[in-house]
């Protein structure tokens, strides 16, 4: 999971500096769902960017609860953030409303994490989320996607049996 966090705010960052005033060039603000990660690895990541790349970066890190709530801080643009994780009916909502920008995918010199790490399948969910002649997939990066576990009493239920879907 810290792989792919780190590839993600990674290529959102990557595409997010170049469309920045320069008094944030440093700067990676993500506002992202409470409890979606484990807030110790932003440091990891900061170590890991400037590994990547020669350059610091400092995170600043927000949480909202719901999406509405996510929603209406963006919508009354009393701040700014480079990477926010909505659910995909507010990424609609945020392209029809020109709340969202295109991902820059030329990162010059620096590897394209976001090129050949998506799964076809959730690129093709996005492209169907549409607004205008935009589509999600070239504003938006899935981030958790299918996240479902199941629980069973092994004294009462057969590994044979739960061991495929």
Not at 7 to 20: R, V
Not at 40 to 59: A, M, R, S
Not at 74 to 88: A, Q, R
Request: hydrophobic share 40%.
């Amino acid at each position: 999971m810290k792989r792919i966090l780190t590839i993600a705010l990674a290529a959102l960052f990557l595409g997010a500096c170049s469309q920045t005033s320069s008094d944030r060039s440093q700067i990676l603000k993500v506002y992202n769902w409470s409890d979606y990660i484990d807030e110790d690895i932003l440091p990891e990541f900061e170590k890991w960017y400037e590994e990547q790349t020669g350059e610091k970066v400092h995170v600043i890190y927000q949480l909202f609860d719901i999406n509405e709530t996510m929603l209406s801080k963006i919508e009354k643009g009393h701040e700014d953030f480079d990477v926010v994780c909505p659910s995909d009916y507010i990424i609609e909502r945020m392209l029809k409303n020109d709340l969202i920008l295109k991902i820059d995918k030329d990162f010059g010199d620096t590897p394209n994490y976001i090129d050949g790490s998506l799964s076809p399948f959730i690129v093709s969910c996005f492209d169907r989320i549409v607004s205008g002649d935009k589509k999600a997939s070239d504003y938006a990066v899935g981030y958790m996607w299918g996240t479902t576990g199941f629980l069973y009493n092994a004294a009462k239920v057969d590994s044979v049996d739960v061991a495929t879907w």
